[in-house]
């Protein structure tokens, strides 16, 4: 999924995957890609897995810090 990361403290988007164990009800992160430099997208993301394996990740507006 793509996380815009607006709340985040410094504010930083990313793209990150949770394994979900709907029986316990819990969710752990897996994986997950951060740009360097820190890049803030608060709109316009998006994060697809390719039939490949790999991990598209499109930043939309955004600003680097």
């Keep these: 999924m793509f996380d815009n990361g607006d709340t985040?403290?410094?504010p930083e988007s990313r793209a990150v995957e949770y394994r979900l164990?709907?029986?316990a009800m819990t969710a752990t992160m897996v994986w997950q890609y951060r740009h360097n430099p820190p890049l803030l997208a608060a709109f316009l993301g998006s994060a697809r897995r390719l039939a490949?394996?790999?991990t598209l990740v499109g930043f939309?507006?955004?600003r680097a810090w």
């Design 8 to 10: 985040h403290s410094p």
């Design 52 to 54: 490949d394996g790999h």
């Design 21 to 23: 164990d709907t029986l």
């Design 60 to 62: 939309g507006a955004c």
